[in-house]
């Protein structure tokens, strides 16, 4: 299985992005979709994460601006991000726990996508 993310880029304050992340490969079932990030200097931490569907969780810094969704058909989970700000610059990862045909869930990361919020 691999993890494709792409979307990123430079953007001014108060823009908006839209960050998505398509696995492929043998999939059966994908149950936790999330996105991560990582600034320089700085430990990578949970931006959101969506479980089967059931429930998101948002960093608090996040909450209200960040929208995570998922498309099961496509494999895919998109991370819409508004009124962005330079603290939210860094490496955004994404991450799936992937369940194949003999049940076995396995987790995956892709290979990251650089957001750059300045003036």
């Known amino acids: 299985v691999q993890l494709q993310a792409s979307g990123g880029g430079l953007v001014q304050p108060g823009d908006s992005l839209r960050l998505s992340c398509k696995a492929s490969g043998i999939i059966f079932a994908i149950n936790v979709m999330g996105w991560y990030r990582q600034a320089p200097g700085k430990q990578r931490e949970l931006v959101a994460v969506d479980t089967s569907g059931d429930s998101t969780k948002y960093a608090e810094s996040v909450k209200g601006r960040f929208t995570i969704s998922r498309d099961n058909a496509k494999n895919t989970v998109y991370l819409q991000m508004n009124n962005l700000k330079p603290e939210d610059s860094g490496v955004y990862y994404c991450?799936?726990?992937?369940?194949?045909?003999?049940?076995?869930?396995?987790?995956?990361w892709g290979q990251g996508t650089q957001v750059t919020v300045s003036s």
């Open positions: 991450r799936m726990n992937v369940e194949d045909y003999n049940l076995e869930d396995t987790e995956y």
